[in-house]
Protein backbone atom coordinates (compact mmCIF):
# COMPACT_ATOMS: atom_id res chain seq x y z
CA UNK A 1 0.00 0.00 0.00
CA UNK A 2 1.37 3.54 -1.23
CA UNK A 3 2.31 6.36 1.58
CA UNK A 4 -0.73 8.05 -0.14
CA UNK A 5 -3.42 5.88 1.27
CA UNK A 6 -4.86 4.72 4.91
CA UNK A 7 -7.16 2.41 5.83
CA UNK A 8 -10.18 3.34 7.23
CA UNK A 9 -12.18 0.71 9.74
CA UNK A 10 -15.05 -0.29 8.42
CA UNK A 11 -17.20 0.77 11.55
CA UNK A 12 -15.56 4.41 10.89
CA UNK A 13 -16.31 4.84 7.14
CA UNK A 14 -20.41 2.92 7.75
CA UNK A 15 -20.86 6.21 10.34
CA UNK A 16 -19.34 8.85 8.88
CA UNK A 17 -21.38 8.00 5.50
CA UNK A 18 -24.50 7.40 8.26
CA UNK A 19 -23.78 11.02 9.81
CA UNK A 20 -23.92 12.25 6.25
CA UNK A 21 -26.56 11.12 4.72
CA UNK A 22 -28.70 11.92 7.63
CA UNK A 23 -27.82 15.56 7.14
CA UNK A 24 -28.55 15.35 3.59
CA UNK A 25 -32.72 14.10 4.15
CA UNK A 26 -32.25 10.69 5.05
CA UNK A 27 -34.14 9.06 7.49
CA UNK A 28 -32.11 7.12 10.34
CA UNK A 29 -33.45 3.53 8.37
CA UNK A 30 -32.53 4.92 4.93
CA UNK A 31 -29.49 6.47 6.00
CA UNK A 32 -28.35 3.36 7.57
CA UNK A 33 -29.13 1.07 4.62
CA UNK A 34 -27.66 2.97 1.61
CA UNK A 35 -24.56 3.87 4.07
CA UNK A 36 -24.05 0.54 4.20
CA UNK A 37 -24.26 -0.24 0.37
CA UNK A 38 -21.53 2.15 0.27
CA UNK A 39 -19.39 0.54 2.87
CA UNK A 40 -19.62 -2.84 1.72
CA UNK A 41 -19.20 -2.22 -1.69
CA UNK A 42 -15.68 -0.82 -0.75
CA UNK A 43 -15.37 -3.72 1.92
CA UNK A 44 -15.38 -5.91 -1.32
CA UNK A 45 -12.99 -3.95 -3.33
CA UNK A 46 -15.21 -2.20 -5.57
CA UNK A 47 -14.34 1.43 -4.35
CA UNK A 48 -15.35 2.82 -7.70
CA UNK A 49 -18.88 2.01 -6.71
CA UNK A 50 -18.36 2.60 -3.16
CA UNK A 51 -15.88 5.25 -1.01
CA UNK A 52 -14.70 6.97 -4.33
CA UNK A 53 -18.61 7.57 -5.61
CA UNK A 54 -19.81 8.67 -2.58
CA UNK A 55 -19.03 12.21 -2.85
CA UNK A 56 -20.69 12.76 -6.10
CA UNK A 57 -23.89 11.08 -4.87
CA UNK A 58 -23.87 13.20 -2.13
CA UNK A 59 -23.62 15.97 -4.62
CA UNK A 60 -26.50 14.60 -6.70
CA UNK A 61 -28.45 14.61 -4.02
CA UNK A 62 -27.58 18.63 -2.69
CA UNK A 63 -28.83 19.30 -6.55
CA UNK A 64 -32.24 17.16 -6.49
CA UNK A 65 -31.27 14.77 -8.81
CA UNK A 66 -31.74 12.00 -6.12
CA UNK A 67 -34.49 12.54 -3.42
CA UNK A 68 -33.87 10.98 -0.53
CA UNK A 69 -37.52 10.63 0.76
CA UNK A 70 -38.86 9.43 -2.21
CA UNK A 71 -39.98 5.53 -2.43
CA UNK A 72 -40.92 3.61 -5.04
CA UNK A 73 -44.69 2.53 -6.23
CA UNK A 74 -46.53 -0.29 -8.13
CA UNK A 75 -47.12 0.76 -11.55
CA UNK A 76 -48.53 -2.17 -12.74
CA UNK A 77 -48.77 -6.11 -12.14
CA UNK A 78 -49.09 -9.21 -15.00
CA UNK A 79 -48.62 -12.02 -12.83
CA UNK A 80 -45.04 -12.56 -12.06
CA UNK A 81 -44.17 -9.51 -13.79
CA UNK A 82 -44.28 -6.23 -11.94
CA UNK A 83 -43.36 -2.17 -12.86
CA UNK A 84 -42.84 -0.17 -11.01
CA UNK A 85 -41.56 4.00 -10.59
CA UNK A 86 -38.61 4.85 -8.37
CA UNK A 87 -39.50 8.10 -8.40
CA UNK A 88 -35.71 9.19 -8.53
CA UNK A 89 -34.93 8.25 -5.08
CA UNK A 90 -32.06 7.05 -4.04
CA UNK A 91 -30.68 4.25 -6.83
CA UNK A 92 -29.45 2.20 -4.14
CA UNK A 93 -32.17 1.88 -1.97
CA UNK A 94 -34.87 1.37 -4.62
CA UNK A 95 -32.48 -1.53 -6.34
CA UNK A 96 -32.81 -3.37 -3.20
CA UNK A 97 -36.30 -2.93 -2.54
CA UNK A 98 -37.18 -4.09 -6.31
CA UNK A 99 -34.35 -7.51 -5.54
CA UNK A 100 -36.67 -8.41 -2.20
CA UNK A 101 -40.03 -8.08 -4.05
CA UNK A 102 -38.76 -9.80 -6.89
CA UNK A 103 -37.59 -12.54 -4.68
CA UNK A 104 -41.37 -12.08 -3.21
CA UNK A 105 -42.43 -12.68 -6.52
CA UNK A 106 -40.49 -16.02 -7.51
CA UNK A 107 -41.72 -17.68 -3.99
CA UNK A 108 -45.14 -17.62 -5.15
CA UNK A 109 -44.56 -18.16 -8.74
CA UNK A 110 -41.01 -19.58 -8.89
CA UNK A 111 -39.80 -16.78 -11.24
CA UNK A 112 -40.40 -13.15 -10.46
CA UNK A 113 -39.53 -9.97 -12.69
CA UNK A 114 -39.80 -6.19 -11.28
CA UNK A 115 -38.46 -3.71 -14.17
CA UNK A 116 -38.11 -0.22 -12.36
CA UNK A 117 -38.32 3.17 -13.97
CA UNK A 118 -37.21 6.60 -12.91
CA UNK A 119 -34.91 5.87 -10.74
CA UNK A 120 -31.07 6.51 -9.88
CA UNK A 121 -27.52 4.72 -10.58
CA UNK A 122 -27.76 1.87 -8.36
CA UNK A 123 -23.69 1.95 -7.85
CA UNK A 124 -22.61 -1.49 -7.62
CA UNK A 125 -24.94 -3.83 -9.72
CA UNK A 126 -23.49 -7.09 -7.94
CA UNK A 127 -25.01 -6.03 -4.17
CA UNK A 128 -28.38 -7.21 -5.81
CA UNK A 129 -26.83 -10.24 -6.78
CA UNK A 130 -25.19 -11.21 -3.11
CA UNK A 131 -28.25 -9.73 -1.64
CA UNK A 132 -30.23 -12.51 -4.26
CA UNK A 133 -28.09 -15.43 -4.02
CA UNK A 134 -27.37 -15.52 -0.32
CA UNK A 135 -31.04 -15.61 0.01
CA UNK A 136 -31.04 -18.70 -2.49
CA UNK A 137 -32.28 -17.41 -5.74
CA UNK A 138 -30.59 -17.44 -9.04
CA UNK A 139 -30.56 -13.59 -9.99
CA UNK A 140 -30.50 -11.43 -13.17
CA UNK A 141 -30.38 -7.97 -13.49
CA UNK A 142 -29.35 -4.78 -15.77
CA UNK A 143 -29.20 -1.50 -15.82
CA UNK A 144 -29.27 1.38 -19.12
CA UNK A 145 -27.04 4.56 -18.17
CA UNK A 146 -26.61 7.74 -20.13
CA UNK A 147 -24.70 7.55 -23.64
CA UNK A 148 -21.31 6.61 -22.85
CA UNK A 149 -20.21 4.43 -24.99
CA UNK A 150 -19.74 4.32 -29.42
CA UNK A 151 -21.47 1.70 -31.39
CA UNK A 152 -19.25 -0.76 -32.77
CA UNK A 153 -17.35 1.17 -36.34
CA UNK A 154 -18.62 4.67 -34.96
CA UNK A 155 -17.11 7.14 -33.33
CA UNK A 156 -19.73 9.12 -31.30
CA UNK A 157 -21.35 7.62 -27.99
CA UNK A 158 -24.83 6.39 -28.02
CA UNK A 159 -25.16 3.26 -26.20
CA UNK A 160 -24.58 3.16 -22.53
CA UNK A 161 -22.28 0.51 -20.92
CA UNK A 162 -25.27 -1.14 -19.49
CA UNK A 163 -23.87 -2.90 -16.51
CA UNK A 164 -25.49 -7.14 -16.11
CA UNK A 165 -25.66 -9.05 -12.81
CA UNK A 166 -25.83 -12.98 -12.87
CA UNK A 167 -25.47 -14.77 -10.10
CA UNK A 168 -26.26 -17.86 -7.91
CA UNK A 169 -25.79 -19.23 -4.07
CA UNK A 170 -22.63 -21.34 -4.39
CA UNK A 171 -21.38 -23.35 -0.93
CA UNK A 172 -22.48 -20.53 1.79
CA UNK A 173 -21.75 -17.50 -0.08
CA UNK A 174 -22.48 -16.93 -4.05
CA UNK A 175 -21.20 -16.94 -7.84
CA UNK A 176 -21.56 -13.23 -9.07
CA UNK A 177 -21.07 -11.74 -12.03
CA UNK A 178 -20.98 -8.04 -12.61
CA UNK A 179 -19.78 -6.51 -15.64
CA UNK A 180 -20.09 -3.50 -17.66
CA UNK A 181 -20.68 -3.26 -21.32
CA UNK A 182 -17.47 -1.34 -22.24
CA UNK A 183 -14.17 -3.43 -21.62
CA UNK A 184 -13.48 -0.90 -18.29
CA UNK A 185 -15.69 1.04 -16.42
CA UNK A 186 -16.38 4.52 -16.34
CA UNK A 187 -15.96 4.43 -12.58
CA UNK A 188 -12.55 1.85 -12.84
CA UNK A 189 -11.07 4.26 -15.20
CA UNK A 190 -11.41 7.27 -12.38
CA UNK A 191 -10.20 5.03 -10.22
CA UNK A 192 -6.87 4.21 -12.31
CA UNK A 193 -6.29 8.07 -13.52
CA UNK A 194 -6.36 8.80 -9.50
CA UNK A 195 -3.78 6.47 -8.93
CA UNK A 196 -1.68 6.78 -11.77
CA UNK A 197 -2.11 3.63 -13.06
CA UNK A 198 -2.18 2.17 -16.50
CA UNK A 199 -4.86 -0.20 -17.86
CA UNK A 200 -3.91 -4.10 -17.79
CA UNK A 201 -5.28 -4.28 -21.68
CA UNK A 202 -6.62 -1.84 -23.84
CA UNK A 203 -9.67 -0.13 -22.61
CA UNK A 204 -10.95 2.47 -25.55
CA UNK A 205 -9.57 4.69 -28.06
CA UNK A 206 -7.11 7.90 -27.28
CA UNK A 207 -7.77 11.37 -28.76
CA UNK A 208 -5.83 10.27 -31.88
CA UNK A 209 -7.98 7.36 -32.31
CA UNK A 210 -6.01 4.83 -31.64
CA UNK A 211 -6.62 1.78 -29.04
CA UNK A 212 -4.84 3.03 -25.95
CA UNK A 213 -4.47 1.75 -22.09
CA UNK A 214 -4.30 5.60 -20.66
CA UNK A 215 -7.72 5.65 -18.86
CA UNK A 216 -7.37 9.69 -18.68
CA UNK A 217 -7.09 9.85 -23.09
CA UNK A 218 -9.86 7.36 -23.11
CA UNK A 219 -12.20 9.48 -20.65
CA UNK A 220 -10.87 12.47 -22.54
CA UNK A 221 -12.20 11.06 -26.08
CA UNK A 222 -15.08 9.11 -24.49
CA UNK A 223 -14.39 6.21 -26.45
CA UNK A 224 -14.73 2.69 -24.39
CA UNK A 225 -14.43 -0.19 -26.64
CA UNK A 226 -17.52 -2.61 -25.65
CA UNK A 227 -16.48 -6.30 -24.61
CA UNK A 228 -16.59 -8.22 -27.12
CA UNK A 229 -16.21 -5.52 -29.85
CA UNK A 230 -19.35 -5.82 -32.01
CA UNK A 231 -20.92 -8.69 -29.53
CA UNK A 232 -20.81 -6.49 -26.29
CA UNK A 233 -22.07 -3.17 -28.41
CA UNK A 234 -25.27 -5.59 -29.61
CA UNK A 235 -25.42 -6.88 -25.80
CA UNK A 236 -25.36 -3.22 -24.70
CA UNK A 237 -28.03 -1.98 -27.01
CA UNK A 238 -30.48 -5.14 -26.63
CA UNK A 239 -30.15 -4.74 -22.37
CA UNK A 240 -31.05 -1.03 -22.98
CA UNK A 241 -33.95 -1.81 -25.57
CA UNK A 242 -35.59 -4.21 -22.94
CA UNK A 243 -34.77 -2.12 -19.74
CA UNK A 244 -37.32 0.67 -21.49
CA UNK A 245 -39.43 -2.16 -22.86
CA UNK A 246 -40.51 -3.82 -19.61
CA UNK A 247 -39.96 -0.84 -17.25
CA UNK A 248 -41.92 1.22 -19.33
CA UNK A 249 -38.89 4.10 -18.66
CA UNK A 250 -36.74 6.09 -20.54
CA UNK A 251 -33.97 4.57 -23.01
CA UNK A 252 -29.96 5.61 -23.34
CA UNK A 253 -30.85 8.24 -26.21
CA UNK A 254 -33.56 9.73 -23.82
CA UNK A 255 -30.93 9.83 -20.56
CA UNK A 256 -28.54 11.37 -22.53
CA UNK A 257 -30.25 14.28 -23.27
CA UNK A 258 -30.70 14.95 -19.25
CA UNK A 259 -28.26 17.47 -17.94
CA UNK A 260 -26.67 14.13 -15.83
CA UNK A 261 -27.88 10.64 -15.63
CA UNK A 262 -30.96 9.69 -13.91
CA UNK A 263 -34.02 8.98 -14.81
CA UNK A 264 -32.81 5.37 -15.39
CA UNK A 265 -34.23 1.95 -16.29
CA UNK A 266 -33.51 -1.22 -14.51
CA UNK A 267 -34.70 -4.72 -14.62
CA UNK A 268 -34.25 -7.42 -11.93
CA UNK A 269 -35.23 -11.22 -12.26
CA UNK A 270 -35.49 -13.69 -9.42
CA UNK A 271 -35.36 -17.07 -9.62
CA UNK A 272 -36.65 -19.21 -6.55
CA UNK A 273 -34.41 -22.90 -7.06
CA UNK A 274 -36.44 -24.46 -4.43
CA UNK A 275 -38.83 -24.53 -7.12
CA UNK A 276 -36.97 -26.40 -9.49
CA UNK A 277 -37.31 -30.00 -9.72
CA UNK A 278 -33.50 -30.82 -9.50
CA UNK A 279 -33.08 -28.40 -6.92
CA UNK A 280 -32.10 -31.60 -4.79
CA UNK A 281 -28.59 -31.59 -6.85
CA UNK A 282 -27.70 -28.35 -7.78
CA UNK A 283 -25.21 -28.32 -4.74
CA UNK A 284 -23.38 -31.43 -6.67
CA UNK A 285 -24.16 -29.84 -10.01
CA UNK A 286 -22.36 -26.65 -8.79
CA UNK A 287 -19.36 -28.52 -6.96
CA UNK A 288 -18.23 -30.25 -10.16
CA UNK A 289 -18.52 -27.72 -12.66
CA UNK A 290 -16.25 -25.30 -10.52
CA UNK A 291 -14.23 -27.79 -9.53
CA UNK A 292 -13.58 -28.63 -13.41
CA UNK A 293 -13.19 -25.04 -13.86
CA UNK A 294 -10.19 -25.06 -11.42
CA UNK A 295 -8.59 -27.51 -13.01
CA UNK A 296 -7.88 -25.32 -16.03
CA UNK A 297 -4.02 -24.81 -16.85
CA UNK A 298 -3.28 -21.31 -15.40
CA UNK A 299 -1.39 -19.18 -17.57
CA UNK A 300 1.82 -17.95 -16.67
CA UNK A 301 1.10 -17.21 -12.59
CA UNK A 302 -2.43 -16.26 -13.02
CA UNK A 303 -4.87 -17.40 -10.78
CA UNK A 304 -7.89 -18.86 -11.94
CA UNK A 305 -11.04 -17.90 -10.10
CA UNK A 306 -14.83 -17.48 -10.49
CA UNK A 307 -16.82 -14.43 -10.58
CA UNK A 308 -17.33 -13.01 -7.15
CA UNK A 309 -14.60 -15.46 -5.32
CA UNK A 310 -11.79 -12.66 -5.66
CA UNK A 311 -14.24 -10.56 -3.73
CA UNK A 312 -14.30 -13.15 -0.50
CA UNK A 313 -10.61 -12.39 -0.40
CA UNK A 314 -10.65 -9.06 -0.39
CA UNK A 315 -13.49 -8.74 1.58
CA UNK A 316 -11.84 -10.85 4.75
CA UNK A 317 -8.64 -8.68 3.93
CA UNK A 318 -10.71 -5.15 4.23
CA UNK A 319 -13.10 -6.46 7.42
CA UNK A 320 -9.21 -7.27 8.82
CA UNK A 321 -7.35 -4.00 8.23
CA UNK A 322 -9.46 -1.53 7.16
CA UNK A 323 -10.61 0.02 3.75
CA UNK A 324 -7.92 1.04 1.89
CA UNK A 325 -8.71 5.03 0.28
CA UNK A 326 -6.45 7.52 -0.82
CA UNK A 327 -5.46 10.28 1.73
CA UNK A 328 -6.60 13.11 -0.10
CA UNK A 329 -10.21 11.50 -0.93
CA UNK A 330 -10.71 10.23 2.38
CA UNK A 331 -10.11 14.25 3.64
CA UNK A 332 -13.10 15.46 0.62
CA UNK A 333 -15.35 13.01 2.54
CA UNK A 334 -15.02 14.41 5.92
CA UNK A 335 -15.01 18.08 4.46
CA UNK A 336 -18.63 16.74 3.73
CA UNK A 337 -19.88 16.30 7.56
Request: glycine share 10%.
Amino acid sequence: MSNDTIRISVGDMNDIFTDILLKNGFTADSAKQCAAVFTNNSVDGVYTHGVYRFPRFVEYIRKGMVHPGAEPSLVHRAGALEQWDGHLGPGPLNAMQATDTAMGIARQHGIGCVALANTNHWMRGGSYGWQAAKAGFAFIGWTNTTAIMPAWGALDGRLGNNPLVMALPYRDEAIVLDMAMSQYSYGAMELAVLKNERLSVYGGYDTRGELSNDPAEILQSRRPVPVGYWKGAGLALLLDILAAVLSGGLSVHEIARKQTETSLSQVFIAIDLTKLGNHSTIATLLENIINDYKQSTPHAEKRISYPGERVLRTRAENLDKGVPVLKKFWSEILALQ
